[in-house]
Each structure stands twice: as structure tokens, then as C-alpha cells.
């Protein structure tokens, strides 16, 4: 409550400066164009979208065919999206994009490697080669269990060239987080690397595959990319480096004509239960969404440097490093490291080094860069920005002045964009040259997107006040299922409201409508900008052999957002000491990854339940936060269990 005080306490207003709004893809007269029309008629916003923005092989039919919560977008059309991404920048009056930088890469070591449209084209059509050479069939899936390296986007892309949908799983997630997402969207074939270098050091990735297809007998396949020239054990049959077989795969392939509604690719997130859900995402309505937000979001014009900082493992990176930016015929620079290695300086030295233009980033770096104080950013020079985005979590005021100031030497515009995996393309945001910003708010909606704000009854809030953020009008690039679980699709998102798109997320609404996001309502924290479930990291505590019962909640971290506290409650004979706690911390970060490791453990006789037996999280997010516990007390089980946690505070 007081994070929400403070935020709307804020009232500073930051118009587009006059130049900007005059050179912007998207100026005021534009946007107001497009928002009457987004609100009468969203199918009729979208569809033109797909037509200016997107190339069909075959038009669509029917923009939308809608049996609630089921979506059908650009019915009858056909295309691909590598086709969208690479080969209309080769042709006719694209044509002299073929020897622009699509993709600059560098690696946390130094190394460099710039991908011209014509050679990336080149390089996506030998691997889909491959990829069929190896079996790989329309409509089959594909892992990626990769490092922030070239040949991650050369392989989603050659997926998307043969209609087979990928699953990028996070490089930094566990083997047995891997196996799981391996077995779920059964894949037949994975493509891994050797490693990565992570805080100047190389990080193998190959031993957690090995450890992972033990127990996932579908894949037939692994295509391992030798990145770091570390050891790795190559099973006959299995696996096969990505170098030999590359060696003489043709680097001719015609992409795929497949429908718009083919899937295009499924990425697991977190929800409220423990096991993650496979986002699927399709291709027409998917591609129309990302490549018209990217142009009018991140004024993408063909002089400019992208960069993202995102991870390809996560939805920002597949549809701002990727998708939405390489469609658009732009340069979307690519970095594989940590943003502290050699120095805390690393980001602003690759901004001036490259001269990148649009930089779009996460509040958690952000917060981080604060701390480490100015004189880092103010090293470099950093005049080349013109535009400024955050994504991943709300960004309080004061970090939001300081990106404004300090990186963006007052002179760009901030875009705080809001969305989700689930929704595939931002859905609350600024449009730069026409739209006011206020820090902390990510403003209104993108036209043609109907986000709404309701009470508990379903009934639209009126501002200023909060509740429920919603989306009322099915969109182009939202999800179409939760892979091979319809039921939980229907329940997690559509059944608080009919016919309505529950996001998860608590918002407000100020005076002039404008929308403040003010994180999750549900048990999923934000980690980072990282999406966690409570459920998932207990079901990773009570599986090892010591754990009796566990509970998971969030607590505000200033780094952050969101730090994972863990209540234990230990079997009888063991010894619930630092030792069990380091075990404990190591154990969740083996099964899940790193991210989910808890910052504090708790060991506890007991948990405070409910007498129906749910754990009263509300009173142990209290207690984690080292809040009194003013609620509501009255189904306690057992009173005394709170005193004891209490006294359980580490030092
Ligand atoms: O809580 C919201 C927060 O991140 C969640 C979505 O997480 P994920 O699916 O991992 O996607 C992150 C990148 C798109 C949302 O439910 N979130 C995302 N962007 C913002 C945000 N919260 C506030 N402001 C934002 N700009």
C-alpha cells in the first residue's frame, strides 16, 4: 500500500519535445486517428494493421472468427513469419537492406559478430535444412536451450521457416525445469550449445541437457553449437554439432505457406500452481500485433540501433529482439553477458560503441545502476539514445527520473510498456511522440487493445481508484491456449469475468484515465521482471527429503521488486540449522534455476492455517515483510503458530 501511495502521489508530467513528435512513425494526429477507430471497431484497427505491416501470401478472410475464450485471427490467411523477418527485406524495394546489420551481436568476452539480412537469410535457410535433414516435420516442436548467441535466433527463426514451433526454455533454468518443458510441449529435437559466458567465465549448458533427456524419451535429436570449446561428452546417434552438420546444408529453402492460426510457439511461465504453463502463440494475429507495436512503440526508422536486454528465453526477447524488430527491417543489437562484466559500465560501453539509438530494458537493471552510482553511465557517451523503454515490472518515480536524467540526458522519451507472456505484444503503453507520460505509469492502451480496470463485482472502476486490470476485446497477439490444457486456460484467465481477459494484475486509474500497473493479486511473484510461481518453488522445498512443508511468499526488495522468503517446516529428526538452510537454497536453484532460489529461509514448528486447511499466505507475506499483522485473524487453526514465526526472524 505505501509503494501505491507514493506512486500516486506523483504528478509530473513529461510532454514529447516537438521534435520528436514531428520525426515520430506515430505523431498525435495519427494516434488519435487510430484510437477512434481501435475503439469502434478493433477488428477493423487490426486488420489494417496486418495489411500495412505484415505480408501475406494469401489475404485473410475473416479478421476475426471469436467463440469466447477461443480466438481466430486473419482467418483464411496465409504467410511466414522468417519470410516477414528476412526475405521481403531482400526484394524489390527492400532490396538494399540485404547488406544492413540485422543482428549485432557481442559476447560477454568481446567477441563480435554482425549478421547482414542477406547473410541471416542465408543462415536460417541452411539450418531449417537441417532441421528437416534431422526429421523435424511441420508442426513438430523444437527446444532451444541456448545462450544469447546468434545461433538462438538463427534457429527460432529457421522453425518458423518450416512451421515447426519452437520452446525456448531460459538458459538459466534447471535440467529438471528443462525436462519438464521438453516433455510437456514434446519435442522431438533440441539444440543446445557447450555454454556460455556468464561473469567472465564460461557456464556449460550440454550436461544439463544430458541430465534432462534421461528422462525425456521423445527427442531424437540434439544439434549442439560449440560456443565456449568446453568439454562435452556427444552421445552417438543423439547429438550432432551444429558446425559439421551446417557444412553443407543448402542455403536455399522456401518458407513454409501456413495458415495464420499455425502455431507458431509455445513458452512456459508461471502460474499459480506448480507446474508451468506452455503459452501457445500463434502466427498471423501474433506477427500483426508484435511488428505494429515495435514500429509505432520504439519508432523504429531504418538509421536506428535496437536494443533489448532481454533474454531470448523470455517474451520480451522473443518479440523485441526478434519478431517485432527484424520484421520491421531493422538492427537489433544482441549482447550475451552480464551487465557487470568487466566493469559496471559494460551496458553504457556497448551504447556508445555501437551508437545505440532505442534502448528498452528492465526497472530492476535499472535500480541496480543506481545504486552503483552515476559516474558509470557518465563515463560514456551515451547522445546516440533517442528512446528510452522499461518492461517486466513497475518502475517507482524516482528510478524512472533517474533513466530519464541520467541515461537519457533529458532528451528521450520513456516508453513504460505493459504486458505479458500471455498477451505476446505490449498492451499498455506510450506512443512517443503523442502521447504525455508521467513516471511510474505506462499510460493508456495501445489502440485496439480495450484494457479496463474493474471491481470485484465486474464493473468498471471509476477513476481515480483501483482493481482488477482486464482486457474486454480479444487482440491479435494474445494467447490461444495454455499447450494441451484447455481446462486451466478457460479457468486461470477467463472464468473471474465472462467473456473477459483476467491478467493477474492489480491497476489503477488516475483522473485522465491514465493506467498505473501495480503488480500481481494472484500467487506469482516478480522476481527480477521474472515471473515465479509460490506453488512451484514449494513443490520444489517438499521435495527434498528433510522438507515436511513449506510455504513460498514475496517480499518487496529494493533491487528486485520481489525477494522469495520460504517458511520450512523440517521432518522431526532433522537438524533445522544454516547448514539445512544452504541445502535448502541449493536444492530449489538445482530443480528450478537460480532465479528462484529463496533470499531467506525460515524454519517454522508450524504454518498458519486456515481451518479449512489453506495457509493464510496474506499473514506470511506480513510477517516476511516485517509488517505487523493487522488482518483479519479470525480462521486461524492454531494462534499460537504466528508468535513462533515471528521469533523465527533471521538477524
Ligand atoms: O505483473 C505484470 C508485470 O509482469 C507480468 C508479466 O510477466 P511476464 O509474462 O514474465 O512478461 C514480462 C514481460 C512482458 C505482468 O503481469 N509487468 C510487465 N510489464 C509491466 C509490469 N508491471 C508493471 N508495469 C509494466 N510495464
Excluded at 482467418?75 to 549485432?104: F, M, P, Q, T
Excluded at 504453463?277 to 500483426?288: C, D, P, S, V
Excluded at 552480464?338 to 566493469?343: E, F, I, L, N, R
Excluded at 560514456?380 to 517486466?392: C, E, I, K, N, Y
Aim: charged fraction near 25%; hydrophobic fraction near 40%; include cysteine.
Amino acid at each position: 500500500m505505501a509503494d501505491i501511495e507514493s506512486l500516486l502521489k506523483e504528478k509530473r508530467v513529461f510532454k514529447p519535445s516537438p521534435a520528436f513528435a514531428r520525426a515520430a512513425n506515430w505523431n498525435k494526429k495519427t494516434v488519435s486517428e487510430l484510437r477512434r477507430l481501435g475503439d469502434k471497431s478493433p477488428e477493423r484497427f487490426w486488420a489494417r494493421m496486418a495489411k500495412e505491416n505484415v505480408s501475406w501470401f494469401t489475404a485473410p478472410k475473416k479478421t476475426l472468427q471469436w467463440k469466447p475464450p477461443f480466438a481466430k485471427w486473419f482467418v483464411g490467411g496465409k504467410l511466414n513469419v522468417s519470410y516477414n523477418c528476412l526475405d521481403r527485406h531482400l526484394e524489390g524495394e527492400n532490396a538494399w537492406r540485404r547488406n544492413k546489420a540485422a543482428i549485432i551481436w557481442e559476447g560477454e568476452p568481446g567477441d563480435t559478430r554482425v549478421l547482414t539480412y542477406g547473410e541471416l537469410h542465408r543462415e536460417v535457410c541452411r539450418f531449417a535444412n537441417v532441421l528437416k535433414d534431422h526429421g523435424v516435420r511441420k508442426g513438430d516442436r523444437v527446444a532451444l536451450y541456448m545462450p544469447m548467441i546468434p545461433e538462438l535466433a538463427i534457429a527460432v527463426l529457421a522453425c518458423t521457416r518450416i512451421g515447426a514451433p519452437h520452446s525456448v526454455v531460459f538458459g538459466g533454468f534447471a535440467a529438471e525445469a528443462l525436462r519438464d518443458r521438453i516433455n510437456d510441449a514434446g519435442a522431438k529435437l533440441v539444440v543446445t550449445a557447450d555454454g556460455g559466458y556468464r561473469k567472465g567465465a564460461p557456464l556449460p549448458l550440454k550436461p544439463a541437457v544430458d541430465q534432462a533427456l534421461q528422462g525425456a524419451p521423445g527427442v531424437e535429436k540434439v544439434v549442439v553449437v560449440r560456443r565456449t570449446g568446453g568439454e562435452v561428452t556427444m552421445k552417438a546417434d543423439r547429438d550432432v554439432w551444429w558446425h559439421e552438420v551446417m557444412e553443407h546444408a543448402s542455403a536455399s529453402c522456401p518458407p513454409a505457406k501456413l495458415d495464420a492460426e499455425h502455431p507458431l510457439f509455445i513458452l512456459y511461465t508461471s502460474g499459480t500452481t506448480g507446474k508451468p504453463k506452455g503459452i501457445l502463440h500463434t502466427t498471423g494475429g501474433y506477427l500483426t500485433h508484435v511488428t505494429t507495436t515495435a514500429k509505432a512503440i520504439f519508432d523504429l526508422k531504418d538509421e536506428d540501433t535496437y536494443w533489448c536486454t532481454a533474454d531470448i528465453g523470455w517474451i520480451t526477447g522473443h518479440s523485441y529482439v526478434i519478431y517485432g524488430i527484424l520484421s520491421n527491417g531493422a538492427t537489433s543489437l544482441m549482447y550475451e553477458g552480464t551487465p557487470g562484466h568487466p566493469g559496471p559500465d559494460r551496458w553504457w560501453d556497448i551504447i556508445e560503441r555501437w551508437g545505440v539509438t532505442v534502448f528498452y530494458t528492465a526497472p530492476t537493471a535499472i535500480r541496480t545502476f543506481i545504486r552503483q552510482g552515476d559516474e558509470h553511465p557518465k563515463s560514456h557517451d551515451l547522445s546516440s539514445l533517442r528512446l528510452l523503454g522499461t518492461v517486466g515490472e513497475p518502475i517507482n518515480p524516482e528510478a524512472w527520473i533517474w533513466y530519464n536524467k541520467v541515461i537519457g540526458g533529458r532528451r528521450c522519451p520513456i516508453v513504460d510498456t505493459w504486458w505479458q507472456t500471455e498477451t505476446g505484444g505490449i498492451m499498455i503503453t506510450p506512443l512517443p511522440g503523442a502521447v504525455d507520460t508521467k513516471p511510474g505509469s505506462a499510460t493508456l492502451p495501445f489502440p485496439g487493445v480495450h484494457a479496463d480496470v474493474l471491481d470485484e463485482d465486474g464493473d468498471p472502476v471509476k477513476p481515480p481508484a483501483g482493481g482488477f486490470l482486464v482486457i474486454r476485446k480479444p487482440w491479435p497477439g494474445m494467447l490461444r491456449g495454455i499447450w494441451g490444457d484447455p481446462k486451466r486456460f478457460k479457468e486461470q484467465y477467463w472464468s473471474k469475468y465472462p467473456k473477459t481477459y483476467f491478467a493477474g494484475d492489480g491497476a489503477h486509474r488516475d483522473k485522465q484515465g491514465y493506467f498505473w500497473v501495480m503488480g500481481r493479486v494472484d500467487d506469482v511473484m516478480n522476481i527480477s521482471g521474472h515471473r515465479i510461481g509460490t506453488m512451484e518453488v514449494e513443490s520444489a522445498l517438499v521435495s527434498h527429503s528433510d522438507v515436511a512443508e513449506a510455504a513460498v511468499v514475496g517480499r518487496p526488495d529494493e533491487i528486485t521488486g520481489t525477494a522469495v522468503v520460504a517458511f520450512v517446516t523440517p521432518i522431526a529428526s532433522v537438524q533445522a540449522d544454516g547448514e539445512l538452510k544452504g541445502a535448502l537454497r541449493s536444492h530449489v536453484a538445482r530443480q528450478i534455476g537460480a532465479i528462484a532460489r529463496p533470499a531467506e529461509i525460515r524454519f517454522t514448528e508450524a504454518l498458519p492455517k486456515t481451518r479449512s486447511g489453506k495457509i493464510m499466505r496474506r499473514l506470511l507475506r506480513d510477517i516476511a515483510s516485517g509488517k505487523e499483522t493487522a488482518g483479519d485473524t479470525s480462521t486461524l487453526e492454531d494462534y499460537t503458530v504466528l508468535a513462533r514465526l515471528r521469533e523465527s526472524e533471521e538477524e
